[in-house]
C-alpha cells in the first residue's frame, strides 16, 4: 500500500534570489499561494525589499516565470526577521538561499520554531549533501527534510531531482514526488544523496570529457559543436553554446566544487584539467552570454550581424564557418546508424566524438546503483535537465554494447562494469511490447511510469494502429477512446491529415459502437505548427488556385464535421499549437491542454487569414463573450484584434484569456500526464452527450470595417504596423464583419467559412502574401513587407 | 540544292509585335539597340547566311573536315567565309563594346544563331563554341585574364572551346581524372585525355582558347574537386604592344571523329601533355563555373533544333508546292498539270504544318527564353533580375530537349515529303536529319534535361521558378476569358494548361516520397511542359494577330496564317499532352518493377 500523503496547499520558498523566485513564480502557476521571505534590506522604510523587488523583476523577466502575471498576487512577500510567523501555516518550505552549510543550519535552526508539525522542508541545493544539511536536527525535522533540486528556470526545465535521506519519512517523499509530479509538472527523477546527483554529475563530466577532446582533436568551436549535434540527439546550442549558456566564469568554481566533494578516485578528477583558453576568455571578460562574448560572439558588419566562434590555439575569432567533416557527413546521411558510423570514423570529428563520448558513457554506467538505483533514472536526468535527446544509455544501445566493449578494449580503456553486465544485451528491450531496462543485477525489469501516466509511445510498442497514413495515425488509447496522432514534420497538416481524420470519424461512427470518443494528441514537441506552407506556396506557383480553394474547402468540412460529431472529441495539445493546429483544438468538445501551450492564429504572419474557421469559432466565441460589451462591435473588434496582431498565448493559461480555450477547457501540468487527462474529460463526456448548438451572427458589414480599417492605419502611421498588414487586414476585416451584410441579417457558420475562403484565396494570388510564405519558409521568420 | 531563304519577317512579328522587345531593352537602358537597327542587323545577318555560309552546307557535309599529322583541315571555303564573318563583326555581336565586341542584346544572338544554324550547322559550331569560353573568361576570368584573351575572341581571330568530356566521363564529370599540378609559378602543368572537343583543331584561327576541367592534386574526389583552366594552343606572347600567339603548348589534336552528321565540324581527341593552363575562378569550384554558361550553351544547341527545322521545312514547301503526284482526294485542283502538286494531300500538309508550327512557336518561346538573359543582367531591380534568372532556369532545359527532339522530328517529317527523292544526298534533306541528331545528345544528353528539370528546376526554392511561367499563363486565361471567339483557342488550351498544373503537383509530391516516379515522368513531363509552352506562345501570337486583323492590316495573309496556324498547332499538336498526362500518371512501376535479367 502507497503511504498516506500530506497535503500541500500553501507553500514558501526561503531565499528570493533568481532561483527561489522563480521557484515561487512556479508554484503560483499550480494555483497555489506562496509566501516569500529573504533577508531584511538595507533600506530601513523597506525591510522587505528584497523579496518585493524579486517579484517586480519575475514580472518583467523573459521568458516569463509566471504563466500568467495575475500569478503574482498568489506571492507573499516578507523577510527573514519580522515575517517568520508567515511560515507557520505552510505545508512545505523551500529553502533556496545560498549554498553555505553554516547559513542553511541557522536557518533551519530558525524554521524549527515557527513550522507547523508535519510540514515538508526541503533544500534546493546543488551541491551538499543532505546528510550534512541535517547535521543537529530534531528527529521530527530529519524525518520532514528531503532535497528537491530544481533546474533553471524552474517553469521550463522539467527535471527535479528528488533526494531521500535515510531519516526521510516515506510519506514525505511519497508527497514530494506526487505534488512535484502532477501540481508543478516537473519529471520527478529519485537521486541518491551523493555531490552533484545525477544530471551535474554526469553533466559536468560530459562538458569536461568535450572540451579536452576538442582542444586534443584539433577541431574549430563550430565543428566540434556540428559534431555534438543532431547526431547524438544534444540541444542545438552545442557544447560550447551551452558553455557560453552557462557562462564560463562559473565553470572553473564549478569544477573545483565538484571535485572537492568527490573521491580522489573518480574519475572526473583524471579528467579534469585546466584549459588555457577558458582562463583567457575569463580574463578579458569573455564569460559567455552575459559578457562581451564567450566561444562565440557576434559582431556588427554595417548592418548585418555575424557570428564569429574562437580559436582554440590562438584565442583569436574567426566568422563560423560551414562545417564539412567526412566522418560528420557520412553520419548525417545515414539515420539509422549515424552515431556508430561517426564513431567508427578515423577522421578528426570522429577522434573528438569519441574523446567525448567514451568518459561520459563510462562514468553514466559506472555510476548506476551509486547515485541512483538505475540507469533509467540517468536517462532520464540527463534528457529532463540536459535537454539531451537520448540519455546515455539509450545512446550506447544505437551503437551497440557489443561493439562498444570492443571499442573500449581496442583503445587501452577499461569496459564499464555495466558494458560487461549486459554482455552484448541491449540496455532497453522491448519484451511483449513492455518497456525494460537492464538492471545491476543482469536481469531485465520493466520501466515503470507513474500511475495516471500515459503515453502514446508505450501505446506503440504494445499495439498496432488502428490506421495510418504518411502524416497520421489512429490508435486504441483503451476503454473505446480513439487517438488521433499527427506525425508529419513538424506536424504540419496536409491532405493525409485531413484524411485521417476522416477515417476517425467513420471509425467512431455515432459513438454507440465499440468507440465512443475522439482525443486528438501527440507525443511530440508541438502539438501542431499549422497548415503545410509548403503544399499551399507550391500550388500558389503552379497557379493551382482551384485545388487550393478545395483545399480550404475540404479542411473547414472535416473541421465542421469534427466540431457536430455525435460523440465527443477532445484536443489535447502541447507545445505549439498554430494556424491550422489552434483551428482543430477550437473545432473540439472540449480542450486539455499542457500547461506549455503556445497557441495562436497566427495566419496573418505568412499572408493570410484563418481559412479553416478559426476565423468563425473566435468570433462566435467573442460574440458570446460575457465579458465584453453588448452588441456585435466589441466582440468584432477583439477578434479583428487577435487575429490582426498574430497574438500567439506564451501559457494555457493565457490562451483562455485570448479566447483560444474556453474556460471549460482543462489545463494539465505535466506533459506525460496529458494524454491520460484528455481521456479521461473525453470519458466524462460521454454520457448522454450531445454536439453543441452553432454559433450565430448578427454582424455589422461594410459600415463596420471604417473603424477597424482606421485603427490599422493608425498603427501604419506609428510604425507599428507595415503597409502589406493594411492588404491583409483589410481582407480579414471583411470577414469578421461579414462580407456583404448588415445588422438585420442572421448569418451562420457556413456563411463565414464561405468569407474566410474567398478572403484567404483572394491573398494568395497577392505577390505581398507569397513573399511572405516564401520568406517563413526559408527562413523561419516573417516578413514584415 | 537545297536553299535557305531569312524568315526576317517572322523575326520582326515575334520581336517587335509579340514579344515589344523595344520596350524592354528601353527599360533594360540597351539603348543603342533601336528597332531600326535590329532590323538592319537581322536583314544583313540573313543577307550573310543566305549568300556565304549557306551555298558551303553541303559541300563541306560532302568534304568533311581532314586530320593529317596533327592538323585539321576545314572543308572547302569554311576559312574564307570564317573571315568574312569575322570582319563583318558577327563573332562579338553580344559582346562587350570595351573588348571591342558590338555590345547588342543576347536575344539577337539566338536570332543570329538561328540563321546561322539553318544555313550551316557545321560551320556555327566555331563561332558557338568561342562563345562559350567568352562568356565563361567573362563571369569568372581575372581582369587580367578578361584584358588577354576577351579582345581576340570578340574579334574572332582566335576562338574557343569546352574541353570537359574524358573518354570514362561525360555526364558524370565526377568521374574526370585530368589532373593540373602547380608550376610554381602561378601557372599548371595539365596533363590528359579530352574527347569529343568540338572546333578543338581546326585552320580558322590564329589560335584556340581551350577551357579545361581537370583535378589539382589535393582536390576532394568527385565533383567538388574539379577547377577550370585556361590552356592555349599557343601561349599569348607581347609583339609590339601586341597580344600575339607565341610558343607551341603541350595540347595536341590526336585525332578526329568520323560522325552522323555537323561532318564539316571538327571534332577531336585532345591529348595533354604538360600543357601549360592557368585556373579561372576558384579552385575545386569549376563545376559552378561551368553551371552559369550552361543556360547560354543549351540555349545555344536548342536554337541549332529549330534552325535546322526552319530549313528543312522551307525545302519540303517548295518540293510539295512543285512535285506533282496524283490527284487531291475531292477532285483535280490543278487541272491544267498532269497531277496535283502533293501538297493538296491532307497527310502532306500533317507533316508540313507540324513543322511549320513547331518552327514559329518555338522561335517566340526561345527568344521569350533569350530575352530573359538581357534581363538578368542588366536589370536593376534584384527581383527583377531573380524572376529572370528563374525563369531561364526553369525553361532551358525544356527548350534544349524539346527543341532538339522536336526538331529532329520534324527534319524527318521533311524528308518524308520528298519520298525517295528525300534519301538523296544532293537534295538536302537528310543531311538535316543527321545534323540534327547530334542536338539532342551533346550539351547535356535529352534524358539529362529532364531530370535537370524534374529534379532541380521543380523543387528550388519551392518551386519558385515555375511561378515565373504558370502565373502569365493563368493571368492570361483570366484576362481573355471573356473574349467568346477567342475561346476556340484559348479553351482547349486552358484545359491542357490543367493537366500540366496537375502534372507538376503530382510529380512534386510523388518525386519527395519516392525520387524514380519524377525520373520516370520526366520526360513526358518535359515534353508535356514544352508544348504548353509554345501554346501560350501561339495564343499571343494569334491575340496580336487577329488584332492587326482587326485593325484592316493589308498583310491579311501573314496574319491570317498566324492564326491558323494557332489552331494548327492547339488542336492538332497540342493534345499530345493527354498522352504525355496519362504516362505520367502511370507512375515509375511500369518502368521499375523489371529485374535487370527481365529485360
Same mark, same amino acid.
Given at each position: ?785 | ?202 585552320? $580558322?584561327?590564329?589560335? =584556340?582558347?581551350? @577551357?579545361? #576541367? /581537370? ?5 576532394? *574526389?568527385? &565533383? ?74 543549351? $540555349?545555344?544547341?536548342? =536554337?541549332?533544333? @529549330?534552325? #535546322? /527545322? ?5 525545302? *519540303?514547301? &517548295? ?74 532556369? $526553369?525553361?532551358?532545359? =525544356? ?11 520534324? *527534319? ?76 476556340? $483557342? ?110
Amino acid at each position: 500500500m502507497a503511504p498516506a500523503q500530506r497535503e500541500i496547499k500553501k507553500v514558501a520558498v526561503i531565499g528570493a534570489g533568481v532561483m527561489g523566485a522563480a521557484i515561487a513564480a512556479h508554484v503560483t502557476n499550480a494555483g497555489i499561494p506562496v509566501v516569500l521571505l529573504d533577508i531584511v534590506g538595507k533600506d530601513p522604510a523597506d525591510r522587505t525589499a528584497i523579496a518585493s523587488g524579486a517579484v517586480a523583476k519575475l514580472l518583467k523577466t523573459e521568458p516569463a516565470p509566471f504563466m500568467s502575471p495575475r500569478n503574482a498576487k498568489l506571492i507573499t512577500t516578507g523577510n527573514l526577521e519580522d515575517d517568520l510567523k508567515l511560515l507557520a501555516d505552510c505545508d512545505w518550505i523551500v529553502e533556496a538561499i545560498i549554498e553555505n552549510v553554516k547559513i542553511k543550519h541557522d536557518l533551519y535552526a530558525k524554521l524549527e520554531t515557527v513550522r507547523k508539525a508535519g510540514s515538508i522542508v526541503t533544500s534546493n541545493t546543488s551541491t551538499i549533501p543532505l546528510k550534512n544539511l541535517i547535521e543537529g536536527r530534531s528527529e521530527a525535522f530529519q524525518k520532514d527534510f528531503a532535497i528537491t533540486h530544481f533546474f533553471n528556470p524552474p517553469r521550463y526545465m522539467r527535471l527535479l531531482e528528488l533526494v531521500s535521506g535515510k531519516q526521510t519519512a516515506p510519506d514525505v517523499t511519497q508527497t514530494l514526488a506526487r505534488f512535484c509530479d502532477v501540481q508543478l509538472g516537473k519529471g520527478v527523477v529519485r537521486c541518491h544523496d551523493t555531490p552533484g546527483f545525477i544530471a551535474n554529475r554526469i553533466g559536468m563530466m560530459w562538458m569536461q570529457a568535450g572540451l579536452n577532446s576538442a582542444e586534443d582533436s584539433g577541431l574549430a568551436v563550430e565543428e566540434a559543436d556540428a559534431v555534438a549535434g543532431k547526431v547524438m540527439g544534444f540541444p542545438s546550442t552545442g557544447l560550447f553554446g551551452l558553455f557560453d549558456l552557462v557562462g564560463i566564469d562559473l565553470m572553473p568554481h564549478v569544477s573545483s566544487s565538484m571535485a572537492g566533494n568527490l573521491p580522489k578516485t573518480d574519475s572526473y578528477q583524471t579528467e579534469l584539467r585546466e584549459s588555457p583558453l577558458i582562463n583567457k576568455l575569463i580574463e578579458t571578460g569573455y564569460t559567455g552570454r552575459k559578457g562581451k562574448g564567450g566561444f562565440y560572439r557576434m559582431t556588427k558588419n554595417g548592418a548585418a550581424r555575424l557570428k564569429e566562434a574562437v580559436d582554440f590555439k590562438t584565442a583569436e575569432y574567426h566568422p563560423v564557418q560551414p562545417v564539412s567533416i567526412a566522418s560528420l557527413d557520412a553520419a548525417l546521411a545515414d539515420r539509422k546508424t549515424g552515431l556508430k558510423t561517426l564513431l567508427s570514423g578515423t577522421d578528426k570529428g570522429a577522434n573528438f566524438a569519441w574523446g567525448m563520448l567514451a568518459p561520459t558513457f563510462a562514468y553514466s554506467a559506472d555510476l548506476v546503483g551509486e547515485i541512483a538505483d538505475t540507469l533509467v533514472e540517468v536517462d532520464e536526468g540527463m534528457k529532463l535537465g540536459y535537454g539531451w535527446k537520448f540519455g546515455p544509455f539509450e545512446l550506447m544501445d544505437q551503437v551497440g554494447t557489443a561493439w562498444l566493449a570492443d571499442q573500449y578494449k581496442a583503445k587501452g580503456r577499461a569496459v564499464p562494469k555495466l558494458l560487461e553486465i549486459a554482455a552484448g544485451r541491449s540496455f532497453y528491450r522491448v519484451d511483449g511490447g513492455q518497456l525494460q531496462f537492464l538492471g545491476l543485477d543482469g536481469n531485465y525489469h520493466d520501466v515503470k511510469r507513474a500511475e495516471g501516466v500515459l503515453l502514446l509511445q508505450d501505446i506503440k510498442r504494445k499495439s498496432q494502429p488502428l490506421a495510418k497514413n504518411g502524416s497520421a495515425s489512429l490508435w486504441d488509447i483503451g476503454d473505446g477512446v480513439v487517438c488521433l496522432e499527427f506525425h508529419s514534420k513538424a506536424n504540419s497538416l496536409d491532405p493525409d491529415i485531413m484524411g485521417m481524420i476522416g477515417k476517425a470519424l467513420a471509425l467512431i461512427g455515432d459513438g454507440k459502437g465499440a468507440w465512443k470518443a475522439l482525443v486528438i494528441g501527440n507525443d511530440a514537441d508541438n502539438f501542431s505548427v499549422g497548415a503545410n506552407l509548403g503544399l499551399v506556396i507550391f500550388a500558389i506557383n503552379v497557379a493551382l488556385y482551384d485545388q487550393l480553394e478545395e483545399m480550404i474547402g475540404t479542411g473547414q468540412q472535416i473541421y465542421k464535421a469534427l466540431k457536430y460529431a455525435p460523440f465527443p472529441v477532445v484536443s489535447a495539445p502541447a507545445g505549439r499549437a498554430l494556424g491550422g493546429g489552434c483551428e482543430i483544438t477550437m473545432h473540439s468538445t472540449a480542450v486539455q491542454a499542457y500547461a506549455e501551450t503556445y497557441m495562436g492564429l497566427v495566419e496573418v504572419g505568412v499572408g493570410v487569414i484563418p481559412g479553416w474557421g478559426g476565423c468563425k469559432e473566435l468570433l462566435g466565441r467573442q460574440l458570446e463573450n460575457p465579458k465584453l460589451p453588448k452588441g456585435p462591435v466589441p466582440a468584432v473588434a477583439t477578434a479583428f484584434q487577435t487575429i490582426s496582431t498574430a497574438q500567439v498565448s506564451k501559457s494555457a493559461a493565457q490562451a483562455k484569456d485570448l479566447l483560444y480555450l474556453r474556460e471549460s477547457d482543462g489545463i494539465t501540468m505535466n506533459r506525460d500526464r496529458l494524454l491520460a487527462d484528455a481521456k479521461a474529460r473525453a470519458l466524462s463526456l460521454v454520457p448522454g452527450y450531445a454536439p453543441p448548438k452553432p454559433h450565430e451572427y448578427k454582424l455589422p458589414g461594410p459600415t463596420g470595417r471604417t473603424a477597424l480599417s482606421m485603427a490599422v492605419h493608425d498603427f501604419v502611421t506609428a510604425g507599428k504596423a507595415t503597409p502589406y498588414d493594411v492588404v491583409v487586414s483589410d481582407a480579414l476585416a471583411v470577414v469578421l464583419t461579414g462580407g456583404d451584410t448588415d445588422y438585420t441579417e442572421l448569418l451562420t457558420e457556413d456563411d463565414i467559412s464561405t468569407l474566410e475562403r474567398k478572403a484567404f484565396i483572394g491573398l494568395c494570388k497577392q505577390d505581398g502574401t507569397i513573399d511572405r510564405i516564401e520568406q517563413m519558409l526559408n527562413t523561419g521568420k516573417p516578413l514584415r513587407n | 540544292m537545297p536553299t535557305y531563304t531569312a524568315p526576317i519577317d517572322n523575326f520582326r512579328f515575334v520581336l517587335n509585335d509579340v514579344l515589344q522587345v523595344g520596350d524592354t531593352f528601353a527599360k533594360l537602358g540597351l539603348t543603342d539597340a533601336t528597332p531600326d537597327l535590329l532590323d538592319a542587323v537581322i536583314e544583313e545577318a540573313g543577307k550573310f547566311c543566305e549568300n556565304e555560309i549557306q551555298p558551303l552546307n553541303l559541300s563541306g557535309d560532302t568534304e568533311g573536315c581532314s586530320f593529317e599529322n596533327g592538323v585539321v583541315r576545314t572543308p572547302k571555303g569554311f576559312k574564307e567565309a570564317y573571315d568574312k564573318f569575322r570582319e563583318g563583326g558577327w563573332v562579338g555581336l553580344t559582346a562587350d563594346p570595351a573588348y571591342g565586341g558590338q555590345g547588342l542584346p543576347h536575344t539577337m544572338s539566338s536570332v543570329l544563331d538561328e540563321m546561322v544554324s539553318a544555313s550551316n550547322t557545321s560551320f556555327g559550331m566555331y563561332p558557338g563554341l568561342s562563345a562559350g569560353a567568352y562568356r565563361a573568361i567573362s563571369l569568372h576570368g581575372s581582369q587580367e585574364q578578361k584584358n588577354l584573351y576577351l579582345p581576340k575572341l570578340t574579334d574572332g581571330i582566335w576562338s574557343g572551346t569546352m574541353c570537359l568530356t574524358e573518354p570514362q566521363c561525360g555526364t558524370d564529370l565526377g568521374l574526370l581524372r585530368t589532373k593540373a599540378v602547380p608550376a610554381g609559378d602561378g601557372s599548371y602543368k595539365i596533363s590528359g585525355t579530352k574527347i569529343f572537343i568540338s572546333a578543338g583543331e581546326h585552320d $580558322l584561327t590564329e589560335n =584556340i582558347i581551350h @577551357l579545361v #576541367l /581537370a583535378r589539382l592534386p589535393d582536390a576532394p *574526389a568527385g &565533383i567538388r574537386g574539379i577547377s577550370l583552366f585556361i590552356v592555349p594552343k599557343f601561349l599569348p606572347k607581347e609583339e609590339n604592344g601586341q597580344v600575339v600567339a607565341g610558343a607551341r603548348n603541350g595540347i595536341f589534336c590526336g585525332s578526329i571523329e568520323h560522325k552522323m552528321g555537323i561532318k564539316a565540324s571538327s571534332t577531336c581527341v585532345m591529348n595533354l601533355d604538360d600543357a601549360t593552363g592557368w585556373l579561372i575562378g576558384e579552385r575545386d569550384k569549376g563545376m559552378r563555373a561551368m553551371f552559369t554558361m550552361m543556360n547560354a550553351a543549351r $540555349l545555344g544547341v536548342a =536554337i541549332q533544333g @529549330l534552325g #535546322l /527545322a526552319e530549313v528543312a521545312y522551307q525545302n *519540303a514547301l &517548295i518540293y510539295a508546292k512543285d512535285r506533282i503526284q496524283g490527284r487531291a482526294l475531292t477532285g483535280a485542283q490543278a487541272k491544267d498539270k498532269a497531277a496535283d502538286p502533293i501538297i493538296v494531300h491532307p497527310d502532306v500538309r500533317r507533316n508540313l504544318l507540324t513543322v511549320k508550327s513547331f518552327v514559329e512557336g518555338a522561335r517566340a518561346l526561345g527568344l521569350w527564353v533569350s530575352l530573359q538573359l538581357d534581363i538578368e543582367e542588366h536589370a536593376t531591380d534584384p527581383k527583377e533580375r531573380e524572376a529572370a534568372n528563374d525563369l531561364l532556369a $526553369l525553361m532551358t532545359p =525544356i527548350v534544349k530537349s524539346y527543341f532538339t527532339d522536336a526538331g529532329f522530328e520534324a *527534319a524527318n517529317s521533311s524528308m518524308q515529303v520528298w519520298g525517295g527523292h528525300g534519301y538523296i544526298h544532293e537534295n538536302g534533306a537528310e543531311q538535316f536529319v543527321r545534323d540534327a541528331r547530334i542536338t539532342q545528345i551533346y550539351e547535356g544528353a535529352n534524358g539529362i534535361q529532364a531530370l535537370d528539370l524534374v529534379g532541380r528546376k521543380l523543387p528550388a526554392n519551392l518551386g519558385r521558378s515555375l511561378r515565373r511561367f504558370f502565373h502569365p499563363v493563368a493571368k492570361f486565361i483570366e484576362d481573355n476569358k471573356g473574349d467568346a471567339e477567342f475561346g476556340e $483557342l484559348l479553351l482547349p488550351y486552358a484545359k491542357s494548361f490543367g493537366k500540366l498544373q496537375q502534372a507538376t503537383g503530382f510529380i512534386a509530391q510523388k518525386g519527395l516520397v519516392n525520387p524514380n516516379e519524377a525520373g520516370a515522368a520526366s520526360s513526358p513531363y518535359l515534353r508535356m511542359f514544352a508544348l504548353v509552352a509554345i501554346g501560350f506562345m501561339w495564343l499571343k501570337m494569334a491575340k496580336v494577330a487577329k488584332a492587326k486583323l482587326a485593325e484592316g492590316s493589308d498583310r491579311k495573309d501573314f496574319y491570317g496564317s498566324k492564326v491558323k496556324t494557332a489552331r494548327f498547332f492547339i488542336t492538332k499538336t497540342l493534345p499530345e499532352t493527354e498522352t504525355h498526362f496519362r504516362t505520367i500518371m502511370a507512375g515509375a512501376k511500369p518502368l521499375m518493377d523489371f529485374e535487370v535479367d527481365e529485360f
